[in-house]
């Protein structure tokens, strides 16, 4: 079946420096993958959508030169967090569909990225 | 029992009884929902989905059921596992819209063998 993956699984860094996360489909091709947000013991909040070869739509509330996103291959999408504060942190999770498979399917997601900042 | 508060609900099942998991979905325009499971530290795997021409939908020991009219979703298992203890979120989506899916807030499943 269809495999999101992400990269890396955990980070652990200083206030103030950026992270890049990378989400790849492995055996399909995805012009679209979305990325969420997930707190502890809450449900996942889409931030953006992000589209290979145009930019990035965002979610209302969501800082877009905080979360840049680059689409650049049909097959990886990354999410920068730039200048990460501790509020940042969290886990971060992407998902694909796989376009092959029709229009009323699900989204496969990756396993996640957790985000502390220190 | 369930406890709602500042927590997610959580449902305790002893093992081998059927669990029913509930969410209210907030769209009326929605027409395709799926269920989730989350284990800890993973992202969301696929459970079961239905679309809104469809009221019930069964999988392997997993039953999806839909009801428009007030915007109700429940998933039910059969024969719960201690494999099964995990989050368990619903999501909708209007797939004229670029299938973007919007979660519920999730229910913890807790299997006591």
């Known amino acids: 079946g269809a495999v999101v993956s992400q990269h890396p699984s955990w980070v652990i860094c200083k206030s103030g420096t950026s992270v890049k996360i990378e989400c790849r489909s492995l055996?399909?091709?995805?012009?679209?993958m979305f990325w969420y947000r997930q707190f502890p013991k809450q449900s996942l909040m889409l931030m953006a959508t992000?589209?290979?070869?145009?930019?990035?739509?965002?979610e209302q509330g969501v800082e877009k030169d905080k979360f840049l996103i680059n689409h650049a291959s049909l097959t990886l999408s990354t999410l920068t967090v730039t200048s990460a504060h501790p509020e940042d942190s969290s886990f971060y999770i992407c998902?694909?569909?796989?376009?092959?498979?029709?229009?009323?399917?699900?989204?496969?997601f990756g396993d996640g990225t957790r985000l502390s900042i220190l | 029992g369930e406890s709602v508060g500042l927590h997610l609900p959580t449902l305790s099942v002893q093992e081998g009884d059927n669990s029913i998991i509930n969410c209210a979905y907030s769209n009326s325009a929605s027409d395709y929902f799926i269920w989730y499971k989350q284990e800890s530290g993973k992202g969301p795997q696929f459970i079961i989905d239905i679309r809104s021409n469809m009221d019930k939908r069964q999988g392997q020991r997993v039953t999806v059921l839909l009801n428009k009219t007030v915007k109700h979703l429940s998933l039910q298992i059969a024969a719960t596992q201690p494999g099964d203890s995990a989050v368990y979120f619903c999501?909708?989506?209007?797939?004229?819209?670029?299938?973007?899916?919007?979660f519920g807030a999730g229910t913890i499943l807790r299997v006591k063998s």
């Open positions: 992000s589209n290979e070869g145009s930019k990035a739509t965002y």
């Open positions: 998902s694909a569909r796989d376009p092959r498979t029709g229009r009323n399917q699900p989204q496969h």
């Open positions: 055996d399909f091709q995805a012009t679209t």
């Open positions: 999501a909708e989506a209007n797939m004229e819209y670029g299938n973007k899916l919007v």
